[in-house]
């Protein structure tokens, strides 16, 4: 892992006095048009700066976790996507055990990929909630199987998919949405009801199983989040991942991650901004009674 400056705000432990483990996943593999999600980490970590450790909504502060910001998977550079992937997942194995929350910060989706081959075998339950505005179910795309257009294709490869909810879903290609897979709730056409209202009918499941939860930035509309590599209009607004995040308290989450962002496209810088204030909410909701 390589040390980073700054870290996420209120993340100032080592990691053998943690818990929580806040780390990057630099990659960004074959894009095709908005490239800089291999900024991400460094972006959300900017963006925390301007963000209090303190939740007045859950009366939690991020400073009475245990919580470490350990810095960044090392990726080899000029390396094809898969062997950047193996080597950010050897590296997470290096320090991972049970009882070790991780929450990753992106990087591309195909990201996450490497996490969940770390995880999925010590959780056989695991199921997985996939809040994005895209399905990245694709087989392959720009002639490659690990992109981000196919990461959760990817993830399906080791978690079934029968075990993994798509909420917030609002574009893709046609193959991806005639892709057969039992939890897909797309917003258009709104048949299931808003994103909200749809993971509060799947709680009493996500609640009986270990969770991951990963979200890609994109989920949010491009007004309040632009700085992300594949924007799509009609999305979340941050109060509204926010309460969904939220919601997920009491759920056995044993790791998450948020992904895509990339201030090349937001001068502002308001999407880190975002992304850490989501973060920071879902690490004292999800977690906030760790000590």
């Not at 303190?54 to 939690?60: F, M, N, T, V, W």
């Not at 470490?68 to 055990?97: F, K, V």
């Amino acid at each position: 892992m390589r040390a980073v400056s700054p870290s996420f705000i209120g993340c100032n432990l080592a990691l053998a006095d943690a818990r929580i483990v806040i780390y990057g996943i630099p990659f960004e593999g074959r894009v095709n048009l908005r490239k800089g999600a291999d900024a991400g980490p460094l972006d959300v970590r900017l963006g925390s700066e301007s963000i209090e450790t303190y939740s007045p909504a859950l009366a939690r502060d991020l400073e009475d976790l245990a919580i470490a910001d350990i810095g960044d998977c090392e990726l080899p550079d000029g390396a094809p996507p898969r062997e950047q992937l193996d080597a950010a997942r050897e590296q997470i194995a290096a320090w991972w055990r049970p009882g070790l929350i991780p929450f990753m910060l992106g990087g591309d989706h195909t990201a996450t990929v490497s996490v969940i081959e770390v995880l999925a075998p010590a959780f056989p339950e695991l199921r997985i909630l996939h809040l994005d505005a895209h399905p990245d179910l694709r087989e392959e795309f720009l002639g490659e199987r690990y992109n981000y257009a196919s990461a959760l294709a990817r993830v399906m490869d080791v978690v079934p998919p029968e075990r993994v909810y798509q909420v917030g879903i609002r574009t893709g290609a046609r193959e991806e949405y005639h892709r057969k897979r039992p939890h897909f709730f797309p917003m258009y056409p709104m048949l299931h009801g808003h994103p909200i209202e749809v993971v509060r009918r799947l709680l009493p499941e996500l609640r009986r199983y270990p969770l991951y939860v990963t979200i890609d930035v994109d989920v949010l509309d491009p007004a309040e989040a632009p700085g992300t590599g594949s924007p799509e209009p009609g999305g979340l607004r941050v109060p509204e991942l926010v309460e969904i995040v939220r919601m997920l308290e009491g759920c056995q989450v044993i790791g998450g991650d948020l992904v895509e962002v990339a201030h090349a496209w937001d001068p502002t810088g308001r999407t880190g901004i975002a992304a850490s204030w989501v973060i920071r909410e879902a690490l004292l909701a999800w977690w906030g009674a760790t000590r």
